[in-house]
């Protein structure tokens, strides 16, 4: 089955952590990049880091030094720690089946229509 599940979200204070994972198919996940992405209300949806097959990773800027992407391949699962959480990551968190590409230093990732179902992530200040 063609599924992602993430898990993880929950409900912190500033400055403390949350560890997010994405669950995939064998096949799904030793084909693909995974992207997490991350959805406020009103907000359009972002990329917030990525992983290729390849285990080379990209981030945006706006996490950059406080979030850690990552992937377990005997788990078929990727996770993405989140330290010195801000009120302003607070948004739905989703993964997706895209891929990663890079020239130089730029990246590009393409996302798939497979999404996971999303988890909530609340910071309070």
């Known amino acids: 089955q063609m599924q992602l599940v993430e898990s993880g979200g929950g409900l912190v204070q500033a400055g403390e952590s949350l560890k997010l994972s994405c669950t995939a198919s064998?096949?799904?996940?030793?084909?693909?990049?995974i992207g997490w992405f991350r959805q406020a209300p009103a907000n359009k949806r972002e990329l917030v880091a990525a992983?290729?097959?390849?285990?080379?990773?990209a981030y945006g800027d706006s996490v950059k030094g406080r979030f850690t992407i990552s992937r377990d391949d005997a788990k078929n699962t990727v996770y993405l720690q989140m330290d010195g959480l801000k009120s302003e990551d607070t948004a739905i968190y989703y993964c997706?089946?895209?891929?990663?590409?890079?020239?130089?230093?730029?990246?590009?990732?393409?996302?798939?229509?497979?999404w996971g179902q999303g988890t909530q992530v609340t910071v309070s200040t």
């Open positions: 064998a096949t799904t996940f030793t084909i693909a990049a």
């Open positions: 992983i290729s097959s390849s285990h080379t990773t």
């Open positions: 997706n089946a895209g891929r990663l590409t890079f020239s130089g230093v730029q990246y590009s990732y393409t996302a798939s229509d497979l």
